[in-house]
T-cell receptor, first 116, second 112 residues
Framework: DAGVIQSPRHEVTEMGQEVTLRCKPI?????LFWYRQTMMRGLELLIY????????DSGMPEDRFSAKMPNASFSTLKIQPSEPRDSAVYFC??????????????FGPGTRLTVL | RKEVEQDPGPFNVPEGATVAFNCTYS??????FFWYRQDCRKEPKLLMS???SGNEDGRFTAQLNRASQYISLLIRDSKLSDSATYLC?????????????FGKGTKLSVIP
């Protein structure tokens, strides 16, 4: 069975460029999460969707970040313009439905972003 | 106070040893607790949920102490393959949102 799929796996870009990260959740999962992981801050939730609707975007660092989920099988996280401090591993995760007591989140392999 | 706090380690233990990790959380209203495992340069994966009565899965035992807001993970008979970072995860309820907050992790190295 396919797990969560993310692309690209690695991205190197220059400051000021637009970056788009992509995610395909597990089929049948209704919740999708975007996380960012750095050594300093650990794993941080950026935004999550239930049934394609953004529920909580309080973790989005600033207006340069935006996320969309146009349908149940696809989501994007966009950074425009990118800055060196955005360098991190970005994970997408999905689950059956956020809010269940024992809900397991399944993570994709991540996108390693380097902004020069 | 950090929302979920863990000793970063590293814990370097010989094969066959028993090792315990601890975690504290700040929100007394939290209802869900988990341990995730993350191998180097890989994604986190659920290791086990933590229930109020404590639970065991093979060599792994998880305990929850709500009064002290404390979670533990015990690994018996450590294997080389247990080497990884262990993330303590707690839900932070509020405002209709369901947010899992991850600790920064405790690194374990099991040595031959």
């Amino acid at each position: 069975d396919a797990g969560v799929i993310q692309s690209p796996r690695h991205e190197v870009t220059e400051m000021g460029q637009e970056v788009t990260l992509r995610c395909k959740p597990i089929s049948g999962h209704n919740s999708l999460f975007w996380y960012r992981q750095t050594m300093m801050r650990g794993l941080e939730l950026l935004i999550y969707f239930n049934n394609n609707v953004p529920i909580d975007d309080s973790g989005m660092p600033e207006d340069r970040f935006s996320a969309k989920m146009p349908n149940a099988s696809f989501s994007t996280l966009k950074i425009q313009p990118s800055e060196p401090r955005d360098s991190a591993v970005y994970f997408c995760a999905s689950s059956i439905l956020a809010g269940r007591f024992d809900n397991e989140q399944f993570f994709g392999p991540g996108t390693r972003l380097t902004v020069l | 106070r950090k929302e979920v706090e863990q000793d970063p380690g590293p814990f370097n233990v010989p094969e066959g040893a028993t090792v315990a990790f601890n975690c504290t959380y700040s929100n007394s209203a939290s209802q869900s607790f988990f341990w995730y495992r993350q191998d180097c340069r890989k994604e986190p994966k659920l290791l086990m949920s933590v229930y109020s009565s404590g639970n065991e899965d093979g060599r792994f035992t998880a305990q929850l102490n709500r009064a002290s807001q404390y979670i533990s993970l015990l690994i018996r008979d450590s294997k080389l393959s247990d080497s990884a970072t262990y993330l303590c995860v707690v839900n932070m309820p509020g405002a209709g949102s369901y947010q899992l907050t991850f600790g920064k992790g405790t690194k374990l190295s099991v040595i031959p």
